[in-house]
Protein backbone atom coordinates (compact mmCIF):
# COMPACT_ATOMS: atom_id res chain seq x y z
CA UNK A 1 0.00 0.00 0.00
CA UNK A 2 2.00 3.30 -1.70
CA UNK A 3 -0.44 5.37 1.13
CA UNK A 4 -1.95 7.05 -1.90
CA UNK A 5 -5.82 6.57 -2.78
CA UNK A 6 -7.45 7.26 -5.97
CA UNK A 7 -11.45 6.35 -6.41
CA UNK A 8 -13.16 4.98 -7.88
CA UNK A 9 -11.80 2.21 -8.63
CA UNK A 10 -13.83 1.57 -11.54
CA UNK A 11 -16.42 3.38 -14.05
CA UNK A 12 -18.36 2.63 -17.07
CA UNK A 13 -19.69 5.08 -18.92
CA UNK A 14 -20.83 6.68 -22.36
CA UNK A 15 -19.10 8.79 -24.98
CA UNK A 16 -20.06 12.62 -24.38
CA UNK A 17 -20.18 11.85 -21.07
CA UNK A 18 -18.22 13.50 -18.24
CA UNK A 19 -16.48 12.10 -15.45
CA UNK A 20 -14.38 13.16 -12.55
CA UNK A 21 -11.59 11.34 -10.89
CA UNK A 22 -10.39 11.90 -7.11
CA UNK A 23 -7.02 11.15 -6.04
CA UNK A 24 -5.31 11.64 -2.24
CA UNK A 25 -1.67 12.05 -2.36
CA UNK A 26 0.43 10.31 0.55
CA UNK A 27 0.37 12.32 4.24
CA UNK A 28 3.23 14.94 3.92
CA UNK A 29 3.36 15.01 -0.31
CA UNK A 30 2.60 17.69 -2.04
CA UNK A 31 2.87 16.92 -5.54
CA UNK A 32 0.28 15.26 -7.31
CA UNK A 33 1.15 13.23 -11.05
CA UNK A 34 -1.90 12.64 -13.13
CA UNK A 35 -0.87 9.22 -15.77
CA UNK A 36 -2.76 8.03 -18.24
CA UNK A 37 -2.10 4.16 -18.89
CA UNK A 38 -3.39 2.49 -22.29
CA UNK A 39 -2.32 -0.48 -24.23
CA UNK A 40 -1.46 1.19 -27.41
CA UNK A 41 0.09 4.17 -25.57
CA UNK A 42 1.74 3.20 -22.33
CA UNK A 43 1.94 5.19 -18.99
CA UNK A 44 1.82 8.84 -20.25
CA UNK A 45 2.44 11.81 -17.93
CA UNK A 46 -0.35 13.99 -18.47
CA UNK A 47 -0.07 16.90 -15.39
CA UNK A 48 1.29 18.06 -12.27
CA UNK A 49 0.27 19.92 -9.29
CA UNK A 50 2.22 21.48 -6.33
CA UNK A 51 0.88 22.32 -3.64
CA UNK A 52 -2.55 24.01 -5.44
CA UNK A 53 -0.64 25.15 -8.51
CA UNK A 54 -0.24 23.65 -11.64
CA UNK A 55 3.54 22.87 -12.23
CA UNK A 56 3.89 20.53 -15.53
CA UNK A 57 1.95 19.29 -18.03
CA UNK A 58 2.02 16.81 -20.24
CA UNK A 59 0.24 15.00 -22.94
CA UNK A 60 -3.07 16.23 -21.68
CA UNK A 61 -5.90 16.51 -24.19
CA UNK A 62 -7.76 19.84 -24.06
CA UNK A 63 -11.17 18.20 -23.07
CA UNK A 64 -9.46 17.03 -19.66
CA UNK A 65 -8.67 19.08 -16.72
CA UNK A 66 -7.18 19.08 -13.08
CA UNK A 67 -7.11 20.53 -10.34
CA UNK A 68 -5.35 20.26 -6.46
CA UNK A 69 -7.63 21.59 -3.14
CA UNK A 70 -6.46 23.42 -0.07
CA UNK A 71 -6.11 19.79 1.37
CA UNK A 72 -3.97 18.57 -1.66
CA UNK A 73 -6.71 16.01 -2.82
CA UNK A 74 -6.52 15.93 -6.79
CA UNK A 75 -9.40 15.55 -9.37
CA UNK A 76 -9.06 14.97 -12.73
CA UNK A 77 -12.11 15.97 -15.14
CA UNK A 78 -12.33 14.02 -18.02
CA UNK A 79 -15.14 15.42 -20.61
CA UNK A 80 -16.94 14.87 -23.83
CA UNK A 81 -15.55 11.37 -23.55
CA UNK A 82 -14.51 8.97 -26.36
CA UNK A 83 -13.76 5.55 -26.58
CA UNK A 84 -10.51 6.30 -26.98
CA UNK A 85 -10.41 7.53 -23.40
CA UNK A 86 -10.96 4.24 -21.97
CA UNK A 87 -7.84 3.62 -19.99
CA UNK A 88 -6.46 3.20 -16.67
CA UNK A 89 -5.31 6.38 -15.03
CA UNK A 90 -3.23 6.67 -12.05
CA UNK A 91 -2.45 9.25 -9.67
CA UNK A 92 0.42 9.19 -8.00
CA UNK A 93 2.44 11.86 -5.06
CA UNK A 94 5.93 12.73 -4.17
CA UNK A 95 7.13 14.98 -1.81
CA UNK A 96 8.73 17.38 -3.23
CA UNK A 97 7.58 19.80 -6.03
CA UNK A 98 10.82 20.44 -8.20
CA UNK A 99 12.66 18.38 -10.81
CA UNK A 100 14.05 15.00 -10.28
CA UNK A 101 10.83 13.43 -8.59
CA UNK A 102 12.05 10.27 -9.40
CA UNK A 103 10.56 8.11 -6.65
CA UNK A 104 6.74 8.63 -6.71
CA UNK A 105 4.38 6.95 -5.18
CA UNK A 106 1.72 5.50 -7.44
CA UNK A 107 -2.33 4.87 -6.76
CA UNK A 108 -4.02 1.42 -7.70
CA UNK A 109 -5.61 3.36 -10.40
CA UNK A 110 -9.17 3.89 -11.97
CA UNK A 111 -9.93 1.80 -14.79
CA UNK A 112 -12.20 3.77 -16.99
CA UNK A 113 -14.15 2.40 -19.51
CA UNK A 114 -16.36 4.05 -22.38
CA UNK A 115 -18.67 2.37 -24.30
CA UNK B 1 11.42 14.71 -27.70
CA UNK B 2 11.90 12.59 -25.52
CA UNK B 3 12.04 8.80 -25.86
CA UNK B 4 13.52 5.31 -24.65
CA UNK B 5 13.26 2.04 -26.20
CA UNK B 6 13.30 -1.39 -24.40
CA UNK B 7 12.84 -5.14 -25.37
CA UNK B 8 8.98 -5.99 -25.08
CA UNK B 9 9.14 -9.31 -23.69
CA UNK B 10 11.70 -11.08 -22.01
CA UNK B 11 11.45 -14.67 -20.38
CA UNK B 12 13.88 -16.49 -17.34
CA UNK B 13 13.98 -19.55 -15.27
CA UNK B 14 13.89 -18.84 -11.54
CA UNK B 15 17.59 -18.46 -9.95
CA UNK B 16 18.59 -17.27 -13.39
CA UNK B 17 19.97 -13.84 -13.59
CA UNK B 18 18.37 -11.35 -16.28
CA UNK B 19 19.18 -7.77 -17.57
CA UNK B 20 16.72 -5.55 -19.29
CA UNK B 21 18.24 -3.02 -21.26
CA UNK B 22 16.77 0.62 -21.94
CA UNK B 23 18.23 3.21 -24.48
CA UNK B 24 17.27 6.57 -24.46
CA UNK B 25 16.72 10.18 -26.10
CA UNK B 26 16.41 13.16 -24.51
CA UNK B 27 18.14 17.28 -24.20
CA UNK B 28 18.23 16.88 -20.20
CA UNK B 29 17.09 14.81 -17.85
CA UNK B 30 17.93 14.15 -13.93
CA UNK B 31 18.07 10.61 -13.65
CA UNK B 32 16.92 7.24 -14.96
CA UNK B 33 14.18 5.23 -12.98
CA UNK B 34 12.61 1.81 -12.87
CA UNK B 35 9.59 0.79 -11.97
CA UNK B 36 8.02 -2.38 -11.47
CA UNK B 37 4.30 -3.26 -12.44
CA UNK B 38 2.39 -6.42 -11.66
CA UNK B 39 -0.52 -6.96 -14.18
CA UNK B 40 -3.28 -4.31 -13.27
CA UNK B 41 -1.69 -3.10 -10.54
CA UNK B 42 0.06 0.38 -9.31
CA UNK B 43 3.48 0.85 -10.27
CA UNK B 44 6.30 0.75 -7.76
CA UNK B 45 9.71 2.28 -7.32
CA UNK B 46 12.46 0.17 -7.75
CA UNK B 47 15.80 1.91 -8.37
CA UNK B 48 17.17 5.46 -9.42
CA UNK B 49 20.79 6.81 -10.74
CA UNK B 50 21.21 9.99 -10.71
CA UNK B 51 25.10 9.47 -11.69
CA UNK B 52 26.92 7.28 -13.90
CA UNK B 53 27.51 3.45 -12.52
CA UNK B 54 25.80 1.32 -10.74
CA UNK B 55 23.22 1.35 -8.19
CA UNK B 56 22.16 -1.72 -5.89
CA UNK B 57 19.27 -2.45 -3.94
CA UNK B 58 18.99 -5.85 -3.08
CA UNK B 59 18.66 -8.39 -5.59
CA UNK B 60 18.05 -5.52 -8.24
CA UNK B 61 20.85 -3.26 -9.36
CA UNK B 62 20.48 -0.80 -11.69
CA UNK B 63 22.98 0.89 -14.50
CA UNK B 64 23.23 4.40 -15.78
CA UNK B 65 25.99 5.44 -18.87
CA UNK B 66 25.23 8.70 -19.89
CA UNK B 67 27.72 9.13 -22.68
CA UNK B 68 26.29 5.85 -24.30
CA UNK B 69 22.56 6.97 -23.45
CA UNK B 70 22.02 3.50 -21.89
CA UNK B 71 20.84 2.09 -19.26
CA UNK B 72 19.87 -1.55 -17.87
CA UNK B 73 17.95 -3.13 -14.85
CA UNK B 74 19.78 -6.08 -13.67
CA UNK B 75 17.50 -9.16 -11.78
CA UNK B 76 19.80 -11.80 -10.09
CA UNK B 77 18.14 -14.84 -8.56
CA UNK B 78 15.15 -14.79 -9.82
CA UNK B 79 11.85 -15.80 -8.38
CA UNK B 80 8.38 -16.00 -9.53
CA UNK B 81 7.26 -13.23 -8.46
CA UNK B 82 9.49 -11.36 -10.10
CA UNK B 83 7.08 -11.97 -13.52
CA UNK B 84 6.18 -8.05 -13.88
CA UNK B 85 6.63 -5.21 -16.44
CA UNK B 86 9.39 -3.24 -15.98
CA UNK B 87 9.40 0.03 -16.92
CA UNK B 88 12.59 2.46 -17.50
CA UNK B 89 11.76 6.05 -17.38
CA UNK B 90 13.64 9.47 -18.00
CA UNK B 91 13.53 11.64 -14.22
CA UNK B 92 12.56 15.32 -14.99
CA UNK B 93 9.86 17.53 -14.10
CA UNK B 94 7.80 14.52 -14.32
CA UNK B 95 8.42 10.42 -15.28
CA UNK B 96 8.66 10.20 -19.05
CA UNK B 97 8.23 6.10 -19.55
CA UNK B 98 9.31 3.27 -22.01
CA UNK B 99 6.38 1.39 -23.05
CA UNK B 100 7.35 -1.27 -20.34
CA UNK B 101 9.12 -4.91 -20.65
CA UNK B 102 7.05 -8.28 -19.73
CA UNK B 103 9.41 -10.74 -17.85
CA UNK B 104 8.06 -13.80 -17.25
CA UNK B 105 9.55 -16.05 -15.16
CA UNK B 106 9.27 -19.59 -15.15
CA UNK B 107 10.11 -23.13 -12.92
Known amino acids: DSGVTQTPKHLITATGQRVTLRCSPR?????VYWYQQSLDQGLQFLIQYYNGEERAKGNILERFSAQQFPDLHSELNLSSLELGDSALYFC??????????????FGPGTRLTVT | GQSLEQPSEVTAVEGAIVQINCTYQ??????LSWYQQHDGGAPTFLSY????GLEETGRFSSFLSRSDSYGYLLLQELQMKDSASYFCALTGTALIFGKGTTLSVSS
Open chain 1, 92 to 105: ASAPGGGQGANEQY
Open chain 1, 27 to 31: SGDLS
Open chain 2, 49 to 52: NALD
Open chain 2, 26 to 31: TSGFYG
